[in-house]
Structures are given as C-alpha cells and as structure tokens.
C-alpha cells in the first residue's frame, strides 16, 4: 500500500480501479494520506471516482460477456446466494447501483448490472453518484 499512496494522484488511480474489482484494495486509506499530505482535494476526489468507476465498469463488462457459471466461480457464489443477489437487485432495481462501494455487496452488484444488461447510461450515472458521494464523505471528514 506504500507504494500506492507515494505515487500520489497515479497511484490513487490504481488502487481506486483495483479497489472496485474484487481484490481486497482500500482506496479511502490511500485518499487520506494523500489529503494528508497536501495533494489537491478536488483533484484527489475526481481521481478516486474515475479510478473507481472505470474498476466497476470492468466488473460490468465481464457480468455482461461471460458465463453466468463463470462470474459465481469469479465471485465465489453458490448458486442460491447468486439468486439472491439477483433477487435484491431486480427488488431495489437501479437504486443498487448507488451503493456499489458498499464492501461486499458492490462487487456482485456491478457484475449482476451486467447480467442483467442494465442501460450503459443509467449504470455509468447511479454509479458515479455514488462514488463520487462516498468519496467526498471521506474528503469532508479528513479535511
């Protein structure tokens, strides 16, 4: 994690696409040492949605190309709890997708958006405005 957060806004960036994958990245604690450290807060907040957002993107994109066996092996799902994320999903619809980066839950939510086919448009806006809302909470409280 050191060599993240000494690469300044890059390495936010990095950690922020990774974190929305399902590695077990934390991009708030990279944001607040940079914060900490002097980096432009609106810079860092911009950086950290974008890097996040693009990582969700990438979990939608395999939700929607591969094989519905291939994401529960990928998210280490039986099939009765992938019915229920689907379930919780088709439930709170589109709405979900403002708590992606909730730990988790965010994950399977971005990859069943893509099984699902959710409008491009509509998951890339929810997505954003969720990130982004979570990322100024941390920016707002260390600041």
């Known amino acids: 994690m050191d060599f993240l957060s000494e690469n300044g806004y890059?390495?936010?960036?990095?950690?922020?696409?990774?974190?929305?994958?399902?590695?077990?990245l934390s991009s708030e604690l990279v944001l607040?040492?940079?914060?900490?450290?002097g980096l432009?807060?609106?810079?860092?907040?911009?950086?950290?949605?974008?890097?996040?957002?693009?990582?969700?993107?990438?979990n939608y994109y395999l939700g929607l190309l591969a094989s519905k066996t291939v994401?529960?092996?990928?998210?280490?799902?039986?099939?009765?709890?992938?019915e229920n994320a689907e379930a919780r999903f088709n439930k709170y619809?589109?709405?979900a997708l403002l708590f992606a980066?909730?730990?988790?839950?965010?994950d399977p939510v971005t990859v069943i958006a893509g099984?699902?086919?959710?409008?491009l448009l509509w998951f890339i806006i929810l997505l954003t405005v969720g990130k982004f809302l979570r990322y100024a909470f941390v920016v707002y409280f260390v600041l």
């Open 93 to 95: 619809g589109l709405a």
């Open 10 to 24: 890059l390495g936010l960036f990095i950690t922020a696409f990774l974190s929305a994958t399902i590695l077990p």
């Open 115 to 119: 099984i699902l086919r959710v409008k």
């Open 32 to 37: 607040t040492g940079l914060l900490l450290n």
């Open 71 to 82: 994401i529960q092996k990928w998210l280490r799902m039986t099939e009765s709890q992938f």
């Open 101 to 106: 980066w909730v730990p988790v839950i965010g």
């Open 40 to 58: 432009s807060p609106a810079k860092l907040l911009m950086i950290a949605t974008v890097g996040n957002v693009l990582g969700s993107l990438t």
